[in-house]
């Protein structure tokens, strides 16, 4: 008996047929980043003191990084999700006052302040994501009046707290009091596996001084939470179905809302998350610095954004990568310190923050274009 199914019945759905190896790649959103890390990293080996790609010069560029890098995990995740949160920046600033106010000012204990800072935070984060939801405002506008208030509240309890001045020091001689504040001290300042590069400097591992010590003597905490946060969320938005509910929510609200999805519970926790991220980078700063002041933070809401767009997140929100936001806050950590290794003058940052900014949407919305086959 002769076949008689007609011809388009033996063509496969596109949408299961297997894509090349270059498609495949092209579809990941951190292409753009990895390209300008190998970019940024040639021209600095080209131009730069070789120190910089030495042990130390690696840790003092990957240490503002981390920082950075922190924020930009929480900003990529909310703008997958199809939000913006421009009020980082001054969060980490009111967190910063918030946690030094705790210790130094009211006395607390370390590990009490920390979880008043990350609560403070938390609530502010839930306080933006519910206005935005309820009033249906964009968040663009309604995390932009939050960057003003935040930070006018720094400035008026730093002054409150201070008696008028705008900066509140004493943290680290008040947060080291009891063993268990040495021991919350520990998880959030200072260096990692000291004993560790003290061993590597012994058998000639790494560079040390005449004496024997290592010239440097571990991994600074910020870099180990960093990397941590990049990998749990990593790991959290491609393989769980948390990660599957953001990207739904950033895709398509609506349908996504229709098939089952709490919206607005996802929504809601991105927001509360990204602020705890500028509450951690908050707490990392003021007990390294000692103190906190009213511009910590200043502008970091831009630049954690800047990072998040480099490692591939559409500013319409459904797509984006951790890791590429990842990439990016390392391509801006090597530019800020890298500027120091050569006669450049350093204030080229400025303009670097605003090209890369330019090319990386180029960038994204040519390739999305090329594999979508949009026109």
């Not at 003092?60 to 920082?67: K, V």
């Amino acid at each position: 008996m002769t076949d008689r199914s007609s011809p388009t019945e033996l063509i496969p759905d596109e949408r299961i047929r297997p894509a090349s190896v270059v498609t495949r790649i092209l579809r990941r959103p951190e292409l753009g980043a990895v390209l300008g890390l190998v970019i940024v990293t040639v021209f600095f080996i080209g131009i730069a003191n070789p120190v910089m790609f030495e042990l130390s010069g690696i840790v003092n560029f990957m240490a503002p990084a981390a920082q950075l890098g922190i924020l930009a995990i929480g900003a990529s995740l909310l703008m997958v999700g199809g939000e913006f949160d421009l009020s980082v920046g001054s969060m980490v600033a009111f967190a910063g006052l918030i946690f030094a106010a705790c210790v130094v000012t009211f006395g607390l204990p370390l590990p009490v302040a920390i979880v008043i800072t990350f609560a403070c935070a938390a609530a502010f984060g839930f306080f933006n994501g519910q206005l935005v939801l309820y009033t249906g405002l964009p968040s663009f506008i309604v995390t932009l009046a939050f960057l003003f208030v935040l930070r006018g509240l720094s400035l008026v309890g730093l002054k409150w707290a201070t008696g008028g001045a705008t900066q509140l020091r004493g943290v680290r001689e008040a947060a080291t009091d009891t063993p268990l504040d040495a021991f919350f001290y520990n998880l959030f300042s200072g260096d990692a596996f000291e004993g560790l590069f003290v061993w590597l400097a012994a058998h000639d591992w790494i560079a040390k001084f005449p004496n024997g010590q290592p010239k440097v003597t571990g991994v600074p905490v910020e870099i180990i939470w960093f990397v941590a946060l990049a990998i749990i969320a990593a790991v959290v938005l491609a393989r769980t179905r948390y990660g599957n509910w953001i990207f739904a929510s950033g895709g398509d609200a609506n349908a996504a809302r229709n098939s089952g999805v709490p919206t607005r519970r996802v929504k809601t926790s991105l927001f509360v998350l990204t602020a705890c991220c500028a509450a951690l980078v908050a707490i990392l700063t003021v007990l390294d610095a000692g103190s906190t002041d009213a511009r910590r933070g200043f502008q970091k809401e831009f630049e954690a954004i800047i990072a998040a767009v480099i490692g591939g997140c559409l500013l319409t929100g459904g797509y984006g990568s951790v890791i590429g936001a990842a990439i990016g806050a390392i391509i801006f950590g090597m530019v800020l310190i890298g500027l120091t290794y050569t006669s450049i003058d350093q204030d080229w940052y400025l303009v670097f923050l605003g090209g890369m900014l330019l090319m990386a949407v180029f960038f994204n919305n040519i390739i999305r274009k090329r594999v979508t086959g949009e026109r």
